[in-house]
Nanobody, 126 residues
Framework: QVQLVESGGGLVQAGGSLRLSCAAS????????MGWFRQAPGKQREFVAT????????YYADSVKGRFTISRDNAKNSVYLQMNSLKPEDTAVYYC???????????????????WGQGTQVTVSS
């Protein structure tokens, strides 16, 4: 059974930092892209960041570019999201996701990801 388990969410003041982790089990994703998405109350789930299979390239939503950094450790079958200079508008449930498609360099589309974590809440107070 494949599982993605996020951790590291919480409550932080504006300007603070959090580091989210996502550990995969049940299969390896070392040859696949992984990503982070978020969903705020009353809004659709949206793309945050994605990283290539070897960590060589990363892509970000404009709203988080320069503040968030995605990374991965294939030996640990894990992906991370370092979030700095957090803003109240970053408040959301954050989900990690993994694709099983080979040859997919990157994607901002939810439909390209096959496995999802249960989500971790990030709340940024003003």
């Amino acid at each position: 059974q494949v599982q993605l388990v996020e951790s590291g969410g919480g409550l932080v003041q504006a300007g603070g930092s959090l580091r989210l982790s996502c550990a995969a089990s049940g299969r390896t994703f070392s040859s696949n892209i992984m990503g982070w998405f978020r969903q705020a109350p009353g809004k659709q789930r949206e793309f945050v960041a994605t990283i290539t299979w070897n960590g060589g390239s990363a892509y970000y939503a404009d709203s988080v570019k320069g503040r968030f950094t995605i990374s991965r450790d294939n030996a640990k079958n894990s992906v991370y999201l370092q979030m700095n200079s957090l803003k109240p508008e970053d408040t959301a449930v954050y989900y990690c996701a993994a694709s099983t498609a080979y040859g997919l360099g990157s994607s901002r589309n939810l439909g390209d990801y096959d496995y999802w974590g249960q989500g971790t809440q990030v709340t940024v107070s003003s």
